[in-house]
């Protein structure tokens, strides 16, 4: 099962991850505020930062982002 029954898909680490992703577009990196506040926007709804770290550590365990050295969250290529 790869989205829960008991919750909106909304809220999802997989549908929050792809929004993520596209918040992060070719960006060189942004912070979890950024990211969150881009987010929110995609969405056009606030978005806690439980919700936005759920979906980092997703896209982490895939191997989707990274931190660069200054401790920004970046897409992998």
Partial sequence: MLLPREQSPWNCG???????LRALGSSAGLDVEELRERMS???GKPLSVNQVMSAAAWLYLIDAIALNPQGKVVRCT
């Avoid at 997989?14 to 993520?20: E, N």
Wanted: charged share 10%; net charge negative; no cysteine.
């Fill in 41 to 43: 926007t995609e969405l």
């Fill in 14 to 20: 997989y549908f929050l991850g792809a929004v993520a």
